[in-house]
């Protein structure tokens, strides 16, 4: 008798919790809810004849679920698209104020082109930071770095 009321009690909180869940995420979550739901009526009425929670969603909810997911992946590609241009302004714009290599140095002539220019671009860097005029940049940083404007300004 008490293992049954514990069984219930999870039972309420498993979908309760759900419920939680399927407010705040996808149409997805709302099919996984009823499935859950199916499950713990099974699990109650003694219907699932040992079948694991993994067997019956398999069995019983996949149909649901499939058709749920095509819904949830229209809805996603809005906000991804809306999401992108608020990114852009952590693009440093900053650049201006920099002072780069005007070539790649002599003494690294020994060296792979684009070791040289790392060392090259490394050194101003560093010369840089003592004068404060690496613009606001750092050496890497999301949007380009340093490395990557000094880089590419000795490659073309």
């Known amino acids: ?19 939680v869940f399927a407010a705040a995420s996808p149409a997805q979550a709302a099919t ?14 003694g219907k699932l004849d ?9 069995a ?21 698209a809306a999401a992108k241009p608020a990114a852009a302004p952590a693009v440093p714009a900053a ?7 005007p070539a790649v140095s002599s003494k690294y002539a ?3 082109p684009a070791r040289a220019r790392m060392h ?7 010369l840089n930071k003592t004068t404060k005029s690496n613009g606001g940049l ?9 490395y990557s404007q000094c880089n590419a300004r000795l490659k073309s």
């Open 1 to 19: 008798m008490i293992n049954q009321t514990i069984r219930n009690s999870v039972g309420a909180l498993i979908l309760a919790t759900g419920a």
């Open 32 to 45: 996984l809810q009823e499935c859950s739901a199916r499950y713990q009526a099974a699990q109650a009425a």
């Open 50 to 58: 040992g079948m694991t929670w993994s067997d019956f969603r398999k």
């Open 60 to 80: 019983e909810c996949s149909a649901d679920v499939a058709p749920a997911a095509a819904p949830a992946a229209q809805a996603s590609a809005v906000p991804v």
């Open 95 to 101: 650049a201006g104020d920099a002072v780069f290599p």
């Open 110 to 112: 020994a060296e792979p």
């Open 120 to 126: 090259t671009c490394r050194d101003q860097y560093n």
């Open 138 to 146: 750092r050496w890497i940083q999301t949007g380009g770095g340093y």
